[in-house]
């Protein structure tokens, strides 16, 4: 079964840098999810998406942006990276039931 | 406050033996679901089995169960017959406004408990 796709799975950045992460939902999910997982951390909300419009947010940074796509894949824009940032974004689908969590993209901030 | 408690930050059991995973929850709606997840570490998150709030019976997935005691606010995981791959971090996780299963809500995790199979 196809399952959530997200990439790059790695990303390494400096500081003050920007990054853009991508998640391509299951087909026919109409909902996508961030989670940001810091180090030894239980995940995050930070926002999500339901058919193309922002459905709720959590604490997501205004450095952040996000927008979910015609066909359903979904962008995470960050910008003035800080060593902070450096943790583990999941992306999940759903289409009202159990969210799919994505493998992830693993990001460092040098 | 903290609205998904995991009180066992590391849990060990023997292979082939079982082991309850602690789960406690705060929420004032009446509709909500609770989540198991296990996050081997590769990092993946990894979907186990869902309980929701009005289900009357506790729901299985194979070697998972979830213990919903509704009134103590608890949804434990019992994982039976434990195998050396079961060796992972295991979060609960609560969505509120769930309405049969349905709900476009975000889920809040608990810290996790982090599973050690011995062989």
């Known amino acids: 079964a196809a399952g959530v796709i997200q990439s790059p799975r790695h990303l390494i950045k400096e500081k003050r840098e920007t990054a853009t992460l991508k998640c391509y939902p299951i087909p026919r999910h109409d909902t996508v999810y961030w989670y940001q997982q810091g180090p030894g951390q239980d995940p995050q909300f930070l926002i999500s998406?339901?058919?193309?419009?922002?459905?709720d947010k959590g604490s997501i940074p205004d450095r952040f942006s996000a927008q979910q796509f015609s066909d359903y894949h979904s962008e995470l824009n960050m910008s003035s990276l800080e060593l902070g940032d450096s943790a583990l974004y999941f992306c999940?689908?759903?289409?009202?039931?159990?969210?799919?969590f994505g493998p992830g993209t693993r990001l460092l901030v040098l | 406050a903290q609205k998904i408690t995991q009180t066992q930050p590391g849990m060990f059991v023997q292979e082939k033996e079982a082991v309850t995973l602690d789960c406690t929850y705060d929420t004032s709606d009446q509709s909500y679901g609770l989540f198991w997840y296990k996050q081997p570490s590769s990092g993946e998150m990894i979907f186990l089995i869902y309980?929701?709030?009005?289900?009357?019976q506790n729901a299985t997935e194979g070697r998972y169960s979830l213990n919903f005691q509704k009134a103590r606010k608890s949804a434990n995981l019992v994982i039976s017959a434990s195998q050396l791959g079961d060796s992972a971090m295991y979060f609960c996780?609560?969505?509120?406004?769930?309405?049969?299963?349905?709900?476009?809500?975000?889920?809040?995790f608990g810290q996790g408990t982090i599973l050690t199979v011995h062989p």
């Open positions: 996780a609560m969505r509120e406004g769930d309405a049969g299963g349905t709900s476009y809500g975000k889920l809040t």
């Open positions: 999940a689908s759903s289409m009202g039931g159990t969210q799919y």
């Open positions: 309980q929701g709030s009005y289900d009357e």
């Open positions: 998406f339901y058919e193309k419009m922002q459905s």
